[in-house]
């Protein structure tokens, strides 16, 4: 047991056990409540939620009515539990500081400067989740769920995921890191 424990707490996994049990949970989810895994939409359902409050005539429309309701959807509970379950995990592990600019690759390359790397997260996360409606699902609702029930765009998707991926690291490191 106590083995268990402390592979529970250790500051990473293997990348094929932590896949092996994300598939199991999501196959997990799909058999026992018939629902898929997706984080992108809470977003939007949050959105609506605002949007009711400071704008109710823009938020009567046929998107936040059906497509994205507004309100406290089982998305939104999932974004709380990844959430609270890094910040658990980084507890757990001893890993958890609180940093303006988290990431040492950055600070080599683009300097220490907080503005700068607080924008470029904000715009990033704009342009993610802008993809990931043209795209038909982010990571986990496409990628994830839909490759759990072996839907052709999951596949394609990944693809288009690690290529970009490749391709912006490469545009934005080049040989320097």
């Known amino acids: 047991m106590r083995r268990i424990i402390d592979w529970l707490r250790a500051p990473s996994w293997s990348p094929y056990a932590a896949g092996a049990g994300l598939g199991l949970l999501s196959i997990g989810a799909l058999l026992f409540t ?3 895994f997706g984080a992108s939409g ?3 359902n949050m959105a ?3 949007m009711q409050v400071f704008a109710p005539a823009l938020a009567d429309n046929m998107y936040w009515n059906f497509v994205m309701p507004a309100g406290f959807s089982i998305g939104v509970m999932m974004l709380i ?3 609270l379950g890094s910040f658990l995990s980084a507890l757990s592990s001893g890993t958890f500081k609180l940093r303006r600019v988290s990431d040492d690759q950055w600070r080599a390359m683009f300097g220490p400067g907080v503005a700068k790397r607080w924008a470029t997260l904000f715009f990033g996360a704009i342009l993610i989740e802008y993809g990931a409606g043209i795209a038909g699902g982010c990571t986990s ?3 994830i769920s839909g490759g759990v029930q072996l839907a052709p765009a999951a596949y394609l998707f990944i693809v288009g995921m690690f290529a970009s991926g490749i391709i912006t690291a490469w545009l934005v490191y080049g040989k320097r890191y």
């Open 34 to 36: 018939d629902r898929l």
């Open 42 to 44: 809470a977003f939007e």
């Open 48 to 50: 609506g939620s605002l």
């Open 81 to 83: 539990g990844i959430a």
């Open 141 to 143: 609702g496409l990628a």
